[in-house]
């Protein structure tokens, strides 16, 4: 496979990391090496998933809502000719639309749905009982489930074109009925709803993928130390390499057997 043209058109232009990139003319994605196209990439753990697979010589396509202001990423980009840098804003369906008429035809081996937003962990009160804000709820559910829903569905043409044929979504413990939302803590009321959402999404669209032998899964980070959480102490908490290299084995090994469940990064089965 070679995806030369999807590079040059991704190349973004107005960044000394991207001048350094298109200095060669293209950054060459290797025609031999899979693809993986991933959501919400300037940060925490979709930079950390572009990082490894970048380190591991997949070519990359590393989509942000804001690419002028993904400085980390683009110093990724500059180090790998292997990571291409695309806008997309996951809740925006004209944004989805338009990535996926630009990639028409280019296979994509794995599809990573990771973009989404938790709430301010420091104002817990808009999804709080008593204290909702109703009018933050479409933008929990179009970022967490829908777009995710689109975006698999824009670009699950590319995915059949691909050899890997693997779509994956990150949920969390706070989505899960079985798992007592998160252990059992109250509020977050948007970030369960939408969380469960997303499961409910996936696990039908793993029922229409299989006839075409592809494996969509949801995957559970456990709790992750991104930038935001910064030095703060809580329970369990985990750095992203643990993380995502746990992912990344976890996506490694899936067996059609596995569409539709929940699985933990430590490749323990999550209940819905
Ligand atoms: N960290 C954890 O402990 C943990 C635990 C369970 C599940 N998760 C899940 O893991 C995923 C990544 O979380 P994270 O911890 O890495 O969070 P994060 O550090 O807040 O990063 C979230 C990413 O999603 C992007 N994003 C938000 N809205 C978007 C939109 N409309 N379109 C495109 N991108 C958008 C953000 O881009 P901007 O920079 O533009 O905002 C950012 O790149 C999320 O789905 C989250 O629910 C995380």
Redesign the pocket.
């Known amino acids: 496979m070679t995806d030369t043209s999807i590079t040059r058109r991704g190349v973004i232009a107005a960044t000394a990391a991207a001048a350094a990139i298109s200095a060669t003319g293209t950054a060459a994605f290797a025609a031999d090496a899979q693809t993986v196209f991933i959501?919400?990439?300037?940060?925490?753990?979709?930079?950390e998933f572009v990082k490894q697979y970048a380190g591991k010589g997949w070519n990359v396509i590393a989509?942000?809502?804001?690419p002028d202001?993904?400085d980390e990423l683009k110093k990724v980009a500059a180090a790998h000719k292997n990571v291409v840098i695309e806008q997309?804003?996951?809740?925006?369906n004209a944004s989805v639309d338009a990535l996926a008429a630009k990639y028409k035809g280019k296979p994509i081996d794995l599809l990573i749905n990771?973009?989404?937003?938790?709430g301010d962990f420091m104002n817990p009160k808009p999804q709080t009982f008593g204290t909702l804000d109703h009018n933050d709820v479409d933008n929990f559910m179009?970022?967490?489930a829908l777009?995710p829903l689109k975006v698999t569905e824009a670009f699950y043409e590319n995915v059949k074109l691909g050899k890997g044929k693997k779509i994956v979504a990150?949920?969390?413990?706070?989505g899960s009925f079985g798992a007592k939302f998160g252990g059992g803590i109250p509020g977050g009321y948007w970030?369960k709803i939408s969380?469960a959402a997303l499961n409910a999404a996936m696990v039908n669209v793993s029922m229409d993928a299989a006839k075409d032998g592809i494996i969509v899964t949801l995957l559970?980070?456990?709790?992750?130390?991104?930038?935001?959480?910064g030095n703060a102490k809580m329970p369990g908490l985990i750095e992203p390499v643990e993380?995502i290299g746990g992912m990344i084995k976890v996506i490694d090994g899936l067996q059609p057997s596995d569409a539709g469940q929940i699985i933990r990064y430590n490749g323990e089965r999550q209940p819905y």
């Open positions: 959501t919400g990439s300037n940060r925490g753990i979709g930079l989509t942000t809502r804001s202001k993904a997309l804003d996951v809740a925006n990771n973009a989404g937003i938790t179009h970022t967490n777009g990150v949920t969390s413990l706070a970030y969380k559970s980070p456990g709790t992750v130390r991104v930038e935001k959480i993380s």
